[in-house]
């Protein structure tokens, strides 16, 4: 039990990475399976090349928000579909991925790493570890609820909501989009470094089928807790990585087959989907009073957008200036 906690705040980074692009953006981004590898792969190098393990899960980080940016630059200035942008830098990581490791697995378990303390103290699998990793999660919540309430962050939900409107405002919406996409692709290699150093190696095949999970993790907490504000659908992201980790262990300790893990989550995203259209989950506090779709002009996941024709100034984000 405490080590599907452990590994759903894990990947709660993993999951605020995926709402950022798939809930705000409203960008089907699928560089997701290869930047979580890319950011497991960098960590674990350079951790082998005795890195402080806190500055290779940086560097990690860094690794995932070229990524994303690469991603951003083919659909924006290449005219690429997003899907298909998405595609072609998720297949182009995997050879990448391999260069950086030199070969298909790199073992961590004698090297040291960002959870050696906890290992040696005997803090893993007890609530010192679950503690400290939910605040670690929650820093990082916090983080993108104050982004995404600054101007900036503003430009960025007006761009995934109505990308004509903001773009009639001034904003370039090509940097805000590949701002967004860095970012998201940044979170989720650093939840691939965390998951490497946490599992003991790194390997090219650890991001497969990633994204399923992260939508899973987002669709089930917004279906339960909802999205009414940034605060809900940030943390609705946050605990369904939880909950769909729990219902994962359950299924196992219940007898399921591992081969079936994948099919399992795609039953629970289709669940999530279906159910609060059915009416069964109507009964939830955080569900009463919300449609099926969001306010037309306020992007999804947040009330607070404010008023397109309220906007006197926006942030510079591209060439293009703002008029008054």
């Not at 674990?44 to 951003?72: D, E, K």
């Not at 290699?189 to 991001?207: E, K, R």
């Not at 007898?255 to 629970?268: E, I, Q, R, S, Y």
């Not at 306010?295 to 309220?310: I, N, Y």
Request: proline share 3%; glycine share 12%; with cysteine.
């Amino acid at each position: 039990m405490f080590g599907a906690l452990e590994l759903g705040l894990i990947y709660a980074a993993m999951a605020l990475g995926v709402y950022l692009t798939f809930k705000v953006l409203n960008f089907p981004d699928l560089t997701v399976d290869g930047s979580f590898t890319t950011g497991g792969a960098t960590a674990a190098s350079l951790i082998i090349a005795g890195v402080n393990p806190f500055l290779a899960t940086a560097a990690a980080i860094g690794a995932g928000l070229i990524a994303g940016f690469i991603t951003g630059l083919l659909h924006t200035k290449g005219g690429i579909d997003g899907l298909l942008a998405g595609i072609l830098t998720m297949i182009g990581l995997w050879s990448i991925n391999l260069r950086i490791m030199g070969k298909a697995n790199l073992p961590l378990l004698r090297e040291e790493t960002v959870f050696t303390p906890l290992r040696e103290n005997m803090w893993l699998g007890t609530w010192v570890s679950i503690v400290i990793l939910i605040l670690f999660t929650l820093v990082l919540k916090f983080t993108i609820d104050w982004f995404l309430t600054t101007d900036l962050g503003l430009a960025i939900q007006a761009t995934g909501n109505n990308r004509e409107m903001i773009r009639s405002l001034g904003v370039n919406t090509d940097n805000t989009t590949m701002l967004t996409l860095a970012l998201s692709n940044g979170f989720v290699a650093l939840c691939g470094a965390l998951v490497a150093q946490y599992q003991g190696f790194s390997d090219i095949s650890m991001g497969i089928g990633l994204i399923l999970v992260g939508l899973a993790s987002v669709i089930l907490g917004q279906a339960v807790f909802g999205s009414r504000n940034i605060f809900m659908a940030s943390l609705g992201a946050l605990l369904g990585s939880v909950i769909y980790r729990l219902i994962i262990f359950l299924a196992l300790r219940a007898g399921l087959d591992t081969n079936d893990m994948k099919l399992t989550t795609a039953l629970l995203v289709v669940l999530a989907l279906l159910l609060p259209r059915w009416g069964i989950l109507k009964r939830i506090p955080s569900l009463r009073g919300r449609g099926n779709k969001a306010p037309a002009a306020v992007p999804s996941g947040t009330t607070d957008m404010k008023d397109p024709a309220e906007i006197t100034e926006v942030p510079s984000v591209g060439s293009e200036t703002t008029k008054g």
